[in-house]
């Protein structure tokens, strides 16, 4: 949970583009602080300058927010601020959910303007924790008459407006046989959406159901769905030089045993990555660590939020910390790779 408020603003195109965030949750009195918490660009930018902010494009591409973040703290606190990983999988996760959530209106007969205003495109959360209670008590907007952001007082919130996360909805699948009835799996199963981690199942996929889920995880769920890499297990090695051309090349080859190891070797080989459908690929990646040494201490770091969604969390629960965040460029996630 993290509190948002905005002070003098500089344009970006035709938008404000400062934000101003605290940790102080009784909005200065310093009764409640908070330790960590998300960002979310995209929606404070709407409420901010009161026009609708598109995570992707209409065709499902992702874009990704580069920011200036200026951290001041009352203590001495470090800090830990992770986001999505801009991998192709995150990219591509994007690319099949956008594809199939359209065919899934199309199915149930809804079409264009019946998706709503502001639901032309996903509105994901950043990790399963984000599914918490806390989702969207966090980011009040203000603008301060105080010149101290870390002593505000007299703000005014900019709390109001909707920002609805997706949500999708599918019937179970079952194996042969008659459905289950031991398990409350219901007919229809609505779930959200998370970039990172693994999917969160109410009833867990088995042999004779697809299972049921309180949110899916994007890369997860995309990693489970594509046609994985298969390497080769050892008896289905090259053993000998049976291909013609191969033994061609080797004739008068004194190391053509020693050439035939290294290519088994070689075949063998896995990927340079992990291949595990709930692996690291599914989890964020750190792009900040900072500190402040002394109290009233500042840090400066600039950062590229992939759905201009990040998350932090501070050592220091009892450090008061502000975050002026200033927006410098809007940018697709596949141009920052």
């Known amino acids: 949970m ?14 404000e583009n400062k934000l101003y965030y605290s940790t102080d949750t009784d909005q200065g009195t310093g009764v409640t602080l908070i330790q960590k918490g998300y960002f979310n660009i995209a929606r404070d930018l709407s409420r901010l300058n009161s ?25 001495s ?18 690319r099949k959910f956008h594809a199939y959530r359209n065919i899934m209106f199309d199915n149930a007969g809804v079409e264009g ?16 924790n984000h599914n918490g209670g806390n989702v969207d008590t966090l980011v009040p907007a203000t603008t301060s008459s105080n010149s101290d952001p870390v002593s505000p007082g007299g703000e005014v919130y900019f709390n109001n407006g909707e920002w609805t996360y997706t949500k999708l909805a599918t019937t179970p699948i079952f194996g042969e046989g008659p459905r289950p009835t031991t398990t409350p799996e219901p007919w229809a199963d609505a779930f959200s959406l998370h970039i990172c981690e693994e999917n969160v199942a109410d009833v867990l ?13 994007m890369i997860h769920s995309y990693n489970l769905d594509r046609m994985e890499v298969v390497t080769p297990t050892t008896p289905e090695a090259l053993a000998s030089p049976t291909n013609p051309l191969a033994a061609l090349k080797a004739t008068g080859n004194q190391a053509a045993a020693e050439v035939l190891d290294i290519a088994i070797d070689q075949e063998l080989e896995t990927p340079p990555y992990d291949i595990a459908d709930n692996g690291p690929s599914i989890m964020k990646v750190i792009e900040n660590i900072s500190a402040t040494p ?3 201490g500042t840090v400066s770091f600039t950062a590229f939020l992939p759905a201009g969604l990040a998350a932090f969390y501070l050592s220091q629960k009892d450090a008061a910390t502000v975050f002026e965040v200033q927006v410098l460029g809007k940018m697709l996630c596949k141009d920052m790779a």
């Open 2 to 15: 993290i509190y948002l408020y905005t002070g003098l603003a500089s344009p970006i195109g035709d938008m």
């Open 77 to 94: 606190t470090s800090l830990i601020f992770s986001t999505a990983p801009n991998s192709w999988k995150m990219r591509n996760s994007f």
């Open 113 to 128: 303007d019946e998706m709503g205003r502001y639901g032309k495109t996903i509105r994901p959360l950043l990790d399963a």
């Open 51 to 75: 026009k609708n902010e598109e995570v992707t494009t209409r065709d499902g591409h992702v874009y990704g927010y580069l920011c200036q973040f200026k951290m001041k703290a009352s203590a």
């Open 294 to 296: 002394t109290t009233g």
């Open 205 to 217: 996929p088995s042999d004779e159901a697809s299972g049921t889920y309180t949110s899916v995880g």
